[in-house]
């Protein structure tokens, strides 16, 4: 028999926004937006300048947009600002047609914000004894973040948790210290947000089974949601979904354990997963795939 577990408000807050986008008059894709970056006074001014200037938000919306589950719109200041600008010249006698007509940004349906919380970055050396002018240099960097999935409609936090990622570029022999290299840090960057988009798209979209052969699993994400050769996956099979009878509200459904499977290919858009642990005549499209939670 496997676990059973029944989760609680968070998760039946997430299965309402996906009834939600559902259920949306324009069958389009789920509608996610990045709030402003959020930089903890704890950062050094140096440190917060750095984080500020860097693709933090670019390398975010674009790890969010390649996982092809949402329509990622562009809340940043600049952006906004340059759209108005382009939306007032199309309400203009200058303009010849209406392709920025006013009022027609889409709403997102999830907000996702973003705190970094620390952050550095930078370059430590050391002189090579008795050869003049040779430094041993290493360069490092690393950042971590609170991120918050807020659905706009209700305005509950669907889920919070904290991302922390680092790169070092190991260690060389210069004839001038110099400078960190951009490179561990954009590193850096691209890892964090990789890792921000499959944890949104986790709680939105679950990974979900969408065939069974034999001994195998095929799940409806690929490498561009970030899928590993090797990754661990347990299976859950959808149970009774739980309403609270004093609010009529749902608390999400119970889930019963039911396997293990292993990552064994990775294409483009369909990961395929050896069953490892489990009875794979029972297991079904529409089981769940969640990736198992660290012990403390």
């Known amino acids: 028999m496997g676990t059973m577990r029944v989760f609680c408000l968070a998760l039946g807050l997430v299965l309402l926004v996906c009834g939600q986008a559902a259920a949306a008059e324009d069958e389009g894709k789920f509608r996610v937006a990045v709030g402003d970056l959020v930089i903890s006074p704890s950062l050094s001014a ?24 949402f329509e990622v719109l ?21 303009a010849s047609g209406n392709a920025a007509e006013s009022g027609q940004i889409s709403n997102a349906q999830a907000i996702v914000n973003v705190e970094v919380l620390s952050f550095s970055f930078g370059r430590s050396s050391a002189k090579v004894p008795n050869i003049p002018n040779k430094y041993t240099v290493s ?6 973040l609170s991120v918050q999935i807020i659905d706009t409609r209700t305005t509950s936090i669907l889920a919070s948790f904290p991302l922390k990622e680092s790169t070092s570029g190991g260690s060389s022999v210069v004839n001038s210290v110099g400078g960190a290299s951009r490179g561990v840090l954009d ?22 089974v969408v065939s069974v052969k034999g001994g195998k699993l095929w799940a409806n994400r690929g490498d561009d949601s970030g899928m590993k050769m090797g990754e661990v996956f347990e299976i859950f099979e959808p149970g009774e979904e739980l309403t609270d009878p004093q609010t009529g509200e749902s608390l999400g459904s119970t889930e019963t354990e039911v396997g293990t499977a292993k990552v064994s290919r990775v294409n483009p858009k369909v990961t395929v997963l050896d069953i ?21």
Do not use: H
């Open 139 to 144: 360069d490092s960097s690393s950042i971590e």
């Open 74 to 94: 562009t809340r940043r200041a600049s952006a906004l600002a340059a759209i108005r600008k382009e939306q007032q010249l199309a309400a203009s006698d200058l």
């Open 187 to 208: 590193k850096t960057l691209e890892k964090v947000a990789g890792a921000l988009a499959n944890r949104v798209a986790d709680t939105i979209f679950p990974v979900q």
């Open 46 to 69: 140096s440190a917060a300048k750095t984080v500020s200037e860097s693709s933090l938000m670019a390398d975010i919306e674009n790890a969010l947009r390649n996982g092809r589950k």
């Open 276 to 296: 490892v642990k489990g009875d794979a005549s029972a297991m079904k499209a529409g089981f769940i795939l969640r990736r198992p939670v660290a012990k403390k």
